[in-house]
């Protein structure tokens, strides 16, 4: 059974920082590709960042370019979000997703990615 778990949010205050972890496991970690989202009240889901599977290469939304870092540890078979900077506007539900190696997951489509997590609210305070 695939399973996603996110944890790691919480409320803080603007300029502060947060690092998001998702616990994976029921696939082949190493063999997908994964990726954060977003979906803030009221909007649409948004891509945040993607890395793949072996960790060599990272895309990031221009909105959390320098701010944010994604990573991996393909051994625990989890994915980190490290959260600097962090601005009012970043409030969302955080989900993380597992994509195929074989997809376009760079492209930041959450139609690419196969698994998803059930979320995790950050809350950025002003």
């Known amino acids: 059974q695939v399973q996603l778990v996110e944890s790691g949010g919480g409320l803080v205050q603007a300029g502060g920082s947060l690092r998001l972890s998702c616990a994976t496991s029921?696939?082949?970690?190493?063999?997908?590709?994964m990726g954060w989202f977003r979906q803030a009240p009221g909007k649409e889901r948004e891509f945040v960042a993607a890395?793949?599977?072996?960790?060599?290469?990272?895309y990031y939304a221009d909105s959390v370019k320098g701010r944010f870092t994604i990573s991996r540890d393909n051994a625990a078979n989890t994915v980190y979000l490290q959260m600097n900077g962090l601005k009012p506007e970043d409030t969302a539900v955080y989900y993380c997703?597992?994509?195929?190696?074989?997809?376009?997951?760079?492209?930041?489509?959450?139609?690419?990615?196969?698994?998803w997590g059930q979320g995790t609210q950050v809350t950025v305070s002003s």
């Open positions: 890395i793949r599977g072996s960790g060599t290469f990272v």
């Open positions: 997703a597992a994509a195929p190696a074989t997809s376009s997951w760079f492209r930041g489509a959450g139609s690419e990615y196969a698994y």
């Open positions: 029921g696939f082949t970690f190493g063999s997908y590709a």
